[in-house]
């Protein structure tokens, strides 16, 4: 299993401009992803975290509004850039030990981020 | 993308009853996991069945997958306060990404 630490837990900002969310994982993964829940939805992956080069995006999500780092393989970042009161989410961090396709996917306790 | 289909969208339950909720995907998969959320907060993994697989048992709760009818199930026995959550399946094919139902939302009556 993988124990999956972010920051800040929640936070409130003014349309315009930026956070920044860590992920720590408590081990080496070779996959980590990021996922978006709207109020009252279900989840939404944003996009894969590759180690060593640029995260792979879903339909929907661009890189100018939401960079993400991935400097080693226990960490990564997910900025949401220029945010308007749409972007009002729960963002959470996911990894996966191992890359077998059998491997469960683990979550971290999520991002509440609510944009005035 | 959305893959699965959750129903019921909600339920309420006393008590010690059990509570079956159940999941429907569209495409072929590897596998489904059935997570757990409460109140909004991280998701809590409960139990992953392999598509080989038809039933899995963990605790209290048994998962039953179904490929020919692309469906899962999940059942709580001897339901318990604490276990009012959401509850999610998420399938997975050959690209290592989850695909989200729209979770059911259980309240357990004490």
């Known amino acids: 299993s993988a124990v999956i630490s972010q920051k800040p837990s929640r936070d409130i900002c003014q349309r315009g401009t930026s956070l920044t969310i860590q992920c720590q994982v408590d081990s080496q993964v070779t996959m980590m992803f990021w996922y978006r829940q709207q109020p009252g939805q279900s989840l939404t992956l944003i996009a894969t975290a590759n180690q060593g080069s640029e995260a792979t995006y879903e339909s929907g999500f661009v890189i100018d509004k939401f960079p993400i780092s991935r400097p080693n393989l226990t960490f990564s970042t997910l900025t949401v850039s220029n945010m308007s009161p749409e972007d009002s989410s729960i963002y959470l961090c996911s990894a996966q030990p191992g890359q077998g396709i059998y491997n469960e996917q683990f979550f971290g306790p999520g991002t509440r981020l609510t944009v005035l | ?110």
């Open chain 2, 1 to 110: 993308s959305q893959q699965g289909e959750e129903d019921p969208q909600a339920l309420s339950i006393q008590e010690g009853e059990n509570a079956t909720m159940n999941c429907s995907y569209k495409t072929s998969i590897n596998n489904l996991q059935w997570y757990r959320q409460n109140s909004g907060r991280g998701l809590v993994h409960l139990i992953l069945i392999r598509s080989n697989e038809r039933e899995k048992h963990s605790g209290r709760l048994r998962v039953t997958l179904d490929t020919s009818k692309k469906s899962s199930s999940l059942l709580i026995t001897a339901s318990r306060a604490a276990d009012t959550a959401s509850y999610f399946c998420a399938t997975r094919s050959n690209d290592y990404k989850l695909s989200f139902g729209a979770g059911t939302t259980v309240t357990v009556r004490a």
